[in-house]
């Protein structure tokens, strides 16, 4: 399924949104290649593009519908326009079938609503104007990893469980030099700090995920181990470790 796109100026909301076949490949070019070129062509220097590319799975058969309406929404939201007709920049206009796209396919959600395309149009138009106040349903995601029915949650996290039981192989874990205790103490003398700001949970403390990454890197705890040290769910865990990851590359 290609899904919506729409491209935002930061100063109106910091939130970009595009559809690639290959999201990967497409959010690398987009930061290298057609980067350097939107640079050296406007003489700017820094960064192009505002915040991290980040993504969540999703059950579409359930969500798909509030996504597009909520990304469709955006310009609306941030007083760009009045009218989401008049803003090109976004998939809207294939969805209302006037204009055609390579890079999107609305069939998938219109689906969703009517088997007749006319038909569907007309009630995604509606739905959108109806639901002018939509709040980000990104806030109902589990722990920013999935998001979708209880069941589909549930099959996420029996994943994750598994994905951490794999890469756990017993044969490794027992060839650990450091436990929890000396990381932790080491942390404190080399970072001049105290032990309880290693396990404080407020926003922005990044000793906190610096402390878990060594954990998992150095010791043969798992996952769930980890979260029970620092009084979270081994799926959040699984996030942090994900995200601090990410800032790394």
């Known amino acids: 399924m290609k899904i919506p796109?729409?491209?935002?100026?930061s100063r109106a909301t910091g939130e970009r949104r595009y559809?690639?076949?290959?999201?990967?490949?497409?959010?690398?070019?987009?930061?290298?290649?057609?980067?350097?070129?939107?640079?050296?062509?406007?003489?700017?220097?820094?960064?192009?593009?505002?915040?991290?590319?980040?993504?969540?799975?999703?059950?579409?058969d359930n969500y798909a519908l509030m996504l597009s309406a909520y990304i469709h929404l955006?310009?609306?939201?941030?007083g760009i326009i009045r009218?989401?007709?008049?803003y090109p920049w976004s998939s809207y206009l294939d969805y209302l079938n006037l204009r055609k796209s390579h890079i999107t396919d609305p069939s998938f959600v219109l689906n969703l609503i009517d088997n007749n395309t006319l038909k569907a149009i007309k009630k995604y138009r509606n739905y959108l104007i109806e639901n002018q106040d939509m709040k980000d349903p990104?806030?109902?995601?589990?722990?920013?990893?999935?998001?979708?029915?209880?069941?589909?949650?549930e099959?996420?996290?029996?994943?994750?469980?598994?994905?951490?039981?794999?890469?756990?192989?017993?044969?490794?874990?027992?060839?650990?030099?450091?436990?929890?205790?000396?990381?932790?103490?080491?942390?404190?003398?080399?970072?001049?700090?105290?032990?309880?700001?290693?396990?404080?949970?407020?926003?922005?403390?990044?000793?906190?995920p610096l402390a878990i990454y060594l954990i998992k890197r150095f010791t043969p705890l798992s996952l769930s181990e980890i979260g029970k040290l620092f009084k979270m769910d081994y799926s959040a865990v699984f996030q942090v470790l994900k995200d601090l990851n990410k800032n790394v590359k």
């Open 5 to 9: 796109f729409i491209i935002l100026p």
């Open 19 to 60: 559809s690639i076949d290959n999201l990967s490949q497409g959010i690398h070019y987009l930061n290298s290649a057609y980067t350097n070129w939107f640079r050296n062509k406007h003489q700017i220097i820094g960064p192009l593009f505002q915040g991290r590319f980040k993504s969540i799975l999703v059950d579409a």
């Open 74 to 78: 955006n310009p609306l939201r941030a």
């Open 83 to 86: 009218q989401l007709e008049d």
């Open 138 to 153: 990104i806030r109902e995601s589990y722990h920013r990893i999935a998001l979708g029915s209880t069941t589909f949650i």
């Open 155 to 208: 099959k996420i996290k029996e994943k994750i469980d598994q994905e951490s039981r794999r890469r756990e192989i017993p044969s490794t874990r027992t060839l650990s030099k450091y436990d929890t205790e000396t990381i932790i103490l080491k942390m404190t003398q080399v970072l001049h700090i105290e032990r309880k700001r290693i396990f404080d949970k407020k926003r922005g403390n990044l000793y906190r």
